[in-house]
């Protein structure tokens, strides 16, 4: 099956590449075609993120593994592009160079057959140019004014003399 793919730059001016490619081909495949669509050289740290309907971010596949061993990770070249699309499942977020962040809203399209004498990957369609530098992200917290403080009885103590801390410190 072919998987045709709309990768939007997240910028206020319309810059959006759609790619068809294989749906056996993994994640680290994507990668590379996103990198040679959008110009990038394709050497900086990359990682995918599933997403739901609202395009909240999810878990993280990452195209290196940094954790030393640390932690179980998934990795992009282990990935194939069918185990995390489908119909029902169809959006990922995409960040490439994780110090300049340029993000990106990938999304499955329409899931065809291959069509006889095309190559895979195939770049379909290309609308507008990567800026020179990525937009801008504003990262702000939720809004907590409606947040309520259990009583914690913090108002009992007026000082921390009580503690002794001088006493029990090593």
Do not use: C
Request: no cysteine; hydrophobic share 35%; net charge negative.
């Amino acid at each position: 099956m072919i998987y045709k793919f709309r990768i939007v730059l997240d910028t206020l001016e319309d810059v959006f590449r759609d790619i068809e490619i294989e749906s056996e081909n993994t994640l680290e495949d994507l990668h590379n075609v996103i990198t040679q669509a959008f110009g990038f050289d394709g050497t900086e740290m990359a990682s995918f993120y599933l997403s739901d309907d609202e395009w909240n971010q999810g878990e993280e596949i990452l195209l290196h593994d940094m954790s030393e061993g640390t932690t179980s990770v998934r990795m992009m070249n282990e990935t194939k592009l069918d185990s995390v699309l489908s119909k029902q499942n169809t959006k990922l977020i995409y960040v490439y160079d994780f110090f300049s962040m340029w993000t990106f809203y990938v999304e499955l399209a329409e899931i065809t057959d291959a069509k006889d004498g095309r190559d895979y990957p195939n770049l379909l369609f290309v609308q507008g140019q990567l800026p020179d530098s990525p937009p801008d992200k504003q990262f702000e917290a939720e809004d907590l004014s409606d947040f309520q403080e259990e009583d914690d009885n913090f108002d009992d103590f007026d000082s921390f003399d009580d503690y002794d801390f001088n006493e029990n410190w090593n």
